[in-house]
């Protein structure tokens, strides 16, 4: 069990008209077992506030903390980041042709796990996470992502979070390209981790559809780069039924990056 607190972030890019801020100060803490929906319109920085996190290189952390138990995770690499417990499932998943899944998979476990597990214990527990994921196990020996659908490369994000058991996971629209049954195993995967290890989720989406089957504990608008209000669930029927409009009218919107 773990907490994220983000603090006073601020995260600028280079554009061909120079730098630009897209993050204007975002404040969020979440706890273990908690799930904090963010909400907002295309560009308004949700996807950048994943990327700087995980600690993508485009993204320049110009002032703020993010800390992991007191520990502040910008100090760190990607790969320590990820030992230390943070996940992300990106809303584009990339192709990686050459590289078999199961490769890919028991590589990623060894350097989080920081040994190689056991290889009979290790068959047993992909497979029974590939079968709750309902996905075929052939796609071990397929190059990762490379030829997958939306739905596929989306219950292949959620394998990967339930055998690296991060402490954080943040779900970048993972409801994205998804039909009503890929939604619902998706859904249930994330649920199914969550509850067995008290994960404190981070779940970025436009949409309320993906809330009705993940609960979330708080909703969050973000707009113009920052958080802009804050509630509980009933939060996002209201932004089902009105939208946006008044946050984007008050605030500046960031370009989408």
Request: hydrophobic letters at 40%.
């Amino acid at each position: 069990m773990a907490t994220l607190e983000i603090k006073d972030l601020h995260v600028s890019v280079n554009t061909d008209e120079g730098k630009k801020e897209i993050l204007k100060g975002v404040d969020l803490t979440i706890k273990p077992g908690e799930t904090h929906a963010i909400m907002g319109p295309n560009g308004s920085g949700k996807s950048t506030l994943s990327y700087a996190i995980a600690g993508h290189p485009k993204y320049e952390v110009t002032s703020g903390e993010v800390l992991l138990d007191g520990e502040n995770v910008l100090d760190m690499t990607v790969d320590e980041r990820a030992r230390a417990g943070l996940f992300l499932a990106m809303q584009y998943p990339v192709e990686v042709p050459g590289v078999s899944m199961s490769n890919f998979l028991r590589t990623a476990a060894t350097a989080v796990r920081g040994e190689a597990p056991k290889l009979r214990t290790w068959v047993k527990e992909v497979k029974g996470a590939m079968s709750d994921l309902d996905i075929d196990p052939a796609f071990a020996e397929r190059s990762v992502n490379e030829g997958f659908s939306g739905g596929e490369k989306k219950r292949h994000e959620i394998l990967q979070l339930s055998l690296l058991k991060p402490k954080i996971a943040i779900l970048d629209e993972t409801d994205s390209g998804l039909d009503v049954d890929a939604l619902r195993v998706v859904s249930e995967g994330v649920n199914r981790y969550k509850a067995d290890n008290e994960v404190g989720v981070m779940l970025i989406t436009h949409y309320t559809r993906i809330l009705s089957h993940i609960a979330p504990d708080f909703v969050h608008v973000f707009a113009g780069g920052r958080i802009v209000e804050s509630g509980g669930p009933e939060l996002a029927n209201v932004l089902e039924s009105e939208g946006y409009v008044k946050y984007t009218g008050k605030q500046e919107e960031a370009s989408a990056v």
